[in-house]
């Protein structure tokens, strides 16, 4: 039967009262919350929300890093009936303004000083904005509230009140809302039903055995429905504990601490922890570099067994036994039940890689408008570059054009206060329309071979849009012309071309001798010169969206080079193979 995330959690808070629900790490030591004290803080912490004049359907922003008090915040607005809308860390003032105000934000909860500064800039330009919360530290003016004066106040309001508006809540009704990266204007905000998320939920949890003894790690941005789904709704179905990283930073030390049962990373993440791997086995000499060798290639062929439904070499325990329990206790994977990734396309030789160790990386397939996950890869049902098959209770097939269309319970109802958006990406039968373009092989697994849309995925996850930071980039006054580079990448870089009639100004500007645009493009003091103003231009961006390294082209793209359409848009694809030796020199070690 469809659930509310409230019933989900209360059930889960009287089956599992005594078992670890949250673990953070405070003063060296790591402090344990019981679900029965999770249900009882986000019900507090609910009841203070409405004491500060939260209603329902109205929002409540939370930025900061992954903690207890995110979890509470997200939980407790949902259970007060208003809708959590998260914010990126790395969000600019003006972009968390943009999420805050659409979401008709009452209350902003934030980790701590740092993100109060962002607010500090846009809370008069939010009207609804009741107060602010922060997780951590202590609260020293007006409008301001520490998250034990949020409890404090949470205690005055009867237990009465939050409890109606519990129980008026329905499956179908708004929880949550996810917002998209805009493309060519501003995000949308992806509106999730307590259906979609409690039933997507549950799936994650049967299909990757988690349960009330199973510990995950929660280190990725919650803004984003995977993290969500991974370690805050699918612990909460099954009863297993979310443990938070102290940082990105000590992600490495915490994994080898907590050794979870089910770990999820983007493909960035896998790519650092093979950098690091690798970096380590060139150390190796003699004999120890020939058995890590020959294991590696036992580990490779068990992974292509494992695809086919063979059974693994017979050699397969020694080499387990030699190198590849070795490797995942230095991870911290060696409990690790499931290891998975998506949110970005992850390479061949990256999966492979894993493999060859022993480890084997399940792809998930998905959006943010069905709730994360479209398509599920499994240990005993997965094939390296493809990411899948349909959720069981779901459908996936491609149109004519070979998008990736997707539909059932997963799907979401629409974008919030954006009805044409919603009427273009979920047709009159249910279809959510992916803007991917992929192909299904006779055993139902996905391929992704393509994108409708321009958007850049880096291999950290994030979701960009080239052209808003191409017009920006355009509006250097040389550059007539912009590329952005970056898709699977762990970083944006830049191919700019020069206006022929403002190079001599500029080159003069910049004290080089040379005048052409081909002499430009190899000059270094005319490089210093446009590296400075692509700089003002990063100050506006995100830190993720700001461009690394760029390259001056000899001369402008063109349609008779074939870089542009007889409407002059820019063909990617061509620009991509024809300049990639320029590209790839950008990302050169």
């Keep these: 039967m469809p659930e509310t995330i409230m019933q989900v959690l209360e059930r889960t808070a009287r089956e599992h009262a005594d078992r670890p629900a949250m673990r953070v790490k405070q003063g060296g030591q790591w402090k344990t919350t019981t679900w029965k004290e999770y249900r009882d803080q986000a019900y507090l912490a609910a009841r203070g929300f409405i004491q500060l004049g939260l209603e329902p359907g109205q929002g409540v922003a939370i930025m900061g890093f992954n903690r207890p008090e995110w979890f509470l915040a997200d939980v407790g607005a949902i259970a007060a009936g208003g809708f959590p809308a998260g914010i990126y860390v790395t969000n600019t003032p003006e972009q968390a303004h943009y999420i805050a ?13 740092q993100y109060l500064e962002v607010f500090r800039q846009i809370r008069g330009r939010l009207p609804k904005l009741k107060a602010i919360v922060l997780m951590t530290g202590e609260a020293r003016e007006p409008g301001v509230l520490s998250w034990q004066q949020l409890l404090d106040m949470g205690s ?18 708004l929880c949550t809302l996810i917002y998209t990266s805009g493309t060519t204007g501003p995000p949308k905000a992806v509106m999730l039903s307590h259906h979609n998320v409690t039933w997507t939920a549950q799936r994650v949890v049967e299909t990757y055995a988690v349960t009330g003894t199973s510990d995950l790690i929660s280190y990725l941005p919650l803004s984003h429905i995977a993290e969500q789904v991974v370690s805050l709704h699918s612990p909460m179905s099954a009863g297993g504990c979310s443990w938070f990283a102290e940082s990105l930073e000590k992600l490495g030390e915490n994994l080898r601490e907590v050794r979870p049962h089910f770990f999820f990373a983007v493909p960035r993440v896998w790519e650092k922890m093979q950098a690091a791997i690798q970096a380590a086995g060139a150390q190796n000499t003699g004999l120890k570099k020939k058995i890590a060798a020959w294991a590696r290639g036992v580990g490779l062929e068990a992974g292509r067994a494992d695809q086919a439904g063979r059974p693994k070499p017979i050699l397969y325990p020694l080499a ?5 329990s070795k490797v995942r206790e230095r991870l911290g994977l060696d409990r690790a039940v499931t290891c998975s990734t998506s949110t970005a396309p992850i390479s061949i030789e990256t999966l492979e890689f894993f493999s060859s160790l022993g480890i084997n990386i399940m792809e998930v397939y998905g959006m943010s408008e069905c709730t994360g996950p ?16 349909a959720i069981p209770g779901t459908e996936v097939k491609t149109a004519e054009d070979g998008e990736v269309l997707m539909r059932g319970p997963h799907v979401f109802p ?47 996850g994030k979701n960009i849009g080239p052209q808003i930071l191409e017009s920006k980039l355009k509006q ?3 550059v007539s012309q912009a590329v952005v580079i970056g898709d699977r990448r762990n970083y944006l870089t830049a191919l700019l071309t020069l206006d022929p009639l403002r190079v001599v100004a500029e080159a003069e ?18 490089y210093k010169h446009i590296e400075k103003q692509v700089e003002e231009v990063n100050k506006a961006l995100a830190r993720y969206e700001t461009i690394k390294k760029f390259v001056i082209l000899p001369q402008e793209l063109s349609i008779e080079g074939g870089e542009l359409t007889p409407t002059m848009k820019l063909k990617r694809r061509v620009i991509n193979e024809k300049y990639a030796e320029q590209i790839e020199s950008l990302y050169a070690a």
């Excluded at 387990?320 to 590849?324: A, I, S, W």
């Excluded at 009159?428 to 995925?457: A, N, P, Q, Y």
């Design 101 to 113: 105000d659409h979401a008709e934000t009452a209350v902003a909860v934030l980790e701590n000083e």
């Design 156 to 173: 005055q309001v009867p237990e009465e009140r939050l409890r109606e508006r519990i129980a008026a809540q329905k499956p179908e009704d």
């Design 320 to 324: 387990k036994q030699l190198v590849f």
């Design 374 to 389: 479209a398509t599920f890869s499994t240990p005993d049902r997965f094939r390296f570059g493809k990411v899948g098959v």
């Design 414 to 460: 629409g974008y919030y206060k954006n009805e044409a958006a919603t009427r273009e990406t979920v047709d009159e039968e249910g279809w959510l329309h992916s803007g991917d373009v992929g192909e299904i092989d006779d055993k139902g697994f996905l391929r992704i071979t393509d994108r409708k849309k321009e958007l850049i995925i880096t291999s950290g």
């Design 476 to 478: 250097i006054p040389v």
């Design 509 to 526: 500007a910049a004290g080089s001798p040379a005048r052409e645009p081909k002499d430009l493009a190899n000059c270094p003091i005319f």
